[in-house]
């Protein structure tokens, strides 16, 4: 069992960068592939990055790639999201999460945290 607490998220003017973190609780995190996940009002939650337990593999939706980098770091039990040149278009709460497979599927992750929420004003 793993719970994740979300932090960093704020307002930013377009082509601003912020760095959300995802901490872990539980021993059990270095086993664990974590993904960001993002949802805007009206829309359904959409992948945006994954990483998988050891840190040395990462994968990207396209509309993120380029500007937005996942790293992890075992010892801190946390998982973070850099995320640069910031669009009015990346504004949505911003959600980690916990699974043992590698999939871009909401559906396929078994533990969330609770969101922060990521404003970017044109």
């Known amino acids: 069992q793993v719970q994740l607490v979300e932090s960093g998220g704020g307002l930013v003017q377009a082509g601003g960068s912020l760095r959300l973190s995802c901490a872990a609780s539980?021993?059990?995190?270095?086993?664990?592939?974590m993904g960001w996940f993002r949802q805007a009002p009206g829309k359904e939650r959409e992948f945006v990055a994954v990483?998988?337990?050891?840190?040395?593999?990462?994968y990207y939706a396209n509309s993120v790639k380029g500007r937005f980098t996942i790293s992890r770091d075992n010892a801190k039990n946390t998982v973070y999201l850099q995320a640069n040149s910031l669009k009015p278009e990346d504004t949505a709460v911003y959600y980690c999460a916990a699974s043992f497979l590698w999939s871009t599927s909401r559906r396929d992750y078994d533990h969330w945290g609770q969101g922060t929420q990521v404003t970017v004003s044109s």
């Open positions: 539980g021993r059990t995190f270095r086993n664990y592939n």
């Open positions: 990483i998988d337990s050891s840190g040395s593999s990462t």
